[in-house]
DNA sequence: CTGTATCCTCAGAGATACTG
DNA sequence: CAGTATCTCTGAGGATACAG
């Protein structure tokens, strides 16, 4: 892409399917929530998000864990006990954020005009 | 992000605003057909991208125009002539979509087990 | 506590036809 | 050439109830 050989369709077919791994209303906001190794039970998540449904949050749960983004751990015990984590991968997801991040911030320096929305 | 101090609805708010004016079907494909300096006439991105209808890459375009990514000039010519080019902010997207593919890329050297789809 | 199952709504996306 | 106008369909997302 810095590059100048690519072809447009493969390019954008290979970050859309990263940008789909975190696509969604929820899913960046789960992320966010368990950036920095933090370990949160489904209870501290709904905590966390109160508008999150809990169908929502499962499914976005499981579709993060089938990604690779984000390990489950159930715990066998009388009242049951599972949390969640992101995989190093997932940790490894924040450059990409940042850099997502840092170019909206550079929006007002360069494109003086704006037409407005 | 990369810092451990940051609010996690605030951040996720800000790369999900960022990652809505890149999200969809075609708008990265749109983009990367105009990545690099290319200047395109309507009739050119039909034919670059044949499986999207007119309603859908007019809609997109205007879409990336009103958000800024994309420049649109319309000469005044007796067969119309528009072209579309990307904006310098527009251009500056290229670093951003870099970092999410050097992330997919890492996905098999970080996470050995993958537990299937 | 940690989820599933069902039903419903609505915006994004597509097909087709038409216009300055 | 460069679009707009309709119509329809689909799937993401939400509300609510139920379950191990």
Redesign the interface.
Known sequence: ??A?T?T??T??A??????GL??G?WK??I???L??GKVLRYSDLER?IPEISQKMLAQQLRRL??D?LVARTAYDEVPPRVDYRL???GQ?????????????E??DD??PP??A?
């Open positions: 892409m810095t100048k690519y447009p369709r390019a954008a290979g970050v859309e399917a990263a940008l975190v696509e209303r960046l906001l992320l966010f929530h950036f920095d966390a864990e089938a690779g995989t190093p991968w490894a997801l924040c450059p990409a954020l940042d850099a997502f991040l840092s170019w909206t550079r929006r360069e494109s704006r037409p929305a």
